[in-house]
């Protein structure tokens, strides 16, 4: 088989959660352990960073990757789904795996694979691992698929893991509470390994989190207790902070630039650079300066897209992957403070998701374009539009994101603002990203 094919053939013959929803979805480390097992072990050759949480994971573990980077230090990094291409997924030093690599991999492995039947996300996991110890890295960021306790990535014993918060989502995988779903996050703190928690929020969450790590001798630390932030602007793309240390009542990175410039990365960034202190605690060399390029550098050093990203000036266009209330509440409330004419929505979702509350978030003197992604989990587009009457939202369907993204651009005023998101598929099909 060629790339092509080889690709076609993991998603033909694999479930795939990200198309096929709840019948992909696999819990549980047995499977993942054996095919781990097969290929010699080789999640046990580096040192890993093991990242989950509801939100903010993502960019918590690109910008992890973009530092350590900076550094000096060869870095994988594991995040999913991915937005272009399936390549996306795994990378080295932000440069994406080899598709030679996926080739031999899968025709090597072949046999076992289908004498095992694990998920797609199962086998992408151990190639990772094996694609990381082949390129011989000194470090990998790990970020957990869905919840954390069972997850496929939750074979390794990192040397930090990181939680950035707790909201609902996937409730009918993790439990319809926040204790709950706290729970299953809380299932990456690992005997005696160090825990940061990106934010302390409700009591329920923490002591959930609090117990495990007093459980399994963990360290853990709330970078919202160690550090707040002293100033926020927006300048040239960028987001300039002062971040102040709790302790000594100083500023501790002042002047620092973020090349991701969502409002929300406020709610990850405490606990990026507790995060990154605590890694030097355990050994890692990282400069100052390091932390600096790194921060202003996480799209360009790891490929990171669809982070309240920008596609057009003249109307405005924003792009956003978040996809569940807390997410979708944060964007909105950027957005909407945006000084503008008239604010246009292309929205489309997946149709395993309770969607009331979400459509709720949107203004209903906005105007709509609805549409759906490409994938199989897709809501249809006249479905989402009846749906959204309830909530008062009125505008016509599109077959795609990009015909609709198109309608909105040429109805808009060059002082208009439009938002593409609601799904991280809807997302990925744009033409423009």
Sequence with gaps: M????????????????????????????HTTLQLCNHLGNPQ????????????????????????????????GLYTSP????????????????????????????????????PSFFEVTVAMAFAYFASSQVDIAVIEVGMGGRLDSTNVITPVLSVITNVSYDHVQFLGDTLGKIAFEKAGIIKNEVPVVISEKQEVEISDVFNQTASEKNAEIAYGSELFEIGKAEHSNGALVL??????????????????????????????????????????????????????????HNTGLKGRWQ?????????????????????????????VTKQKRFVIGFVSDKDITSILNLFPRDGIYYFCQPSNLRALNASELQQEALKSGLLGNVYPDVNKA???????????????????TFVVADLDQL
Excluded: W
């Design 242 to 299: 002062n971040i102040i240390s709790k302790t000594s009542g100083h500023p501790a990175y002042p002047d620092l630039n973020l090349d991701l410039a969502g409002d929300y990365q406020l709610k990850n960034i405490c606990g990026v650079i507790a995060a990154i202190e605590k890694l030097q605690n355990t050994g890692f060399k990282i400069e100052m300066e390091a932390i600096y390029r790194g921060l202003s550098r996480v799209q």
């Design 82 to 117: 991915h937005l272009k291409s399936f390549t996306e997924r795994i990378r080295v030093n932000g440069v994406s795996i080899d598709g030679d690599f996926i080739v031999k991999f899968t025709a090597v492995n072949k046999s076992y694979i289908e004498s095992l039947s």
């Design 310 to 338: 920008k596609l057009n000036d003249s109307p405005l266009v924003y792009c956003d992957t978040a996809h569940n209330y807390a997410g979708v509440s944060d964007t909105m409330r950027q957005f909407n403070s945006l």
């Design 44 to 75: 046990e050759k580096f040192k890993t960073v093991h990242v989950g949480g509801t939100n903010g994971k993502g960019s918590t573990s690109h910008m992890l990757a973009s530092v350590l980077q900076e550094a000096g230090y060869k870095v």
């Design 405 to 423: 993204l198109e309608a909105a651009i040429l109805e808009s005023d060059r002082k208009d603002a439009i938002y593409v998101g609601g799904s």
């Design 2 to 29: 060629n790339y092509q094919e080889t690709i076609d053939y993991l998603y033909s013959r694999l479930p795939v959660f990200q198309n096929i929803g709840a019948r992909a979805f696999k819990p549980g480390l």
